[in-house]
């Protein structure tokens, strides 16, 4: 079992940035898929999650964050908007099924002028 995540980066204050989590080993569909984030010197926290196609959101993201499935890639993707408190986080993709709870390795994003 794999998930890799990408599209991080560094993004000006307000810029967009859309991140992907591939999998490998499980068919994401039939998984709960999280995605959470973690800033230096702080504890992992959850951002998004996509449960049987139930959507939720953390508050601090609420109207600027977008989680959905490309099944047919077996891929989640994080859509993120207005980016302005999240000053220097990683955002580790999460899986959890009937098979385990797995994690990526997380892709580092940057907002900085």
């Known amino acids: 079992v794999q998930l890799m995540e990408s599209g991080g980066g560094l993004v000006q204050p307000g810029g967009s940035l859309r991140l992907s989590c591939v999998v490998w080993?499980?068919?994401?569909?039939?998984?709960?898929m999280r995605w959470y984030r973690q800033a230096p010197g702080k504890e992992r926290e959850l951002v998004a999650g996509?449960?049987?196609?139930?959507?939720t959101y953390a508050d601090a993201v609420k109207g600027r964050f977008i989680i959905s499935r490309d099944n047919a890639k077996n891929t989640v993707i994080l859509q993120m908007y207005d980016l302005k408190s999240e000053v220097k986080c990683v955002y580790f993709c999460?899986?959890?099924?009937?098979?385990?709870?797995?994690w990526g390795r997380g892709t580092q994003v940057t907002i900085s002028s």
């Open positions: 080993g499980f068919t994401s569909s039939e998984y709960f």
């Open positions: 999460n899986g959890w099924g009937t098979g385990g709870r797995y």
């Open positions: 996509d449960v049987v196609g139930r959507t």
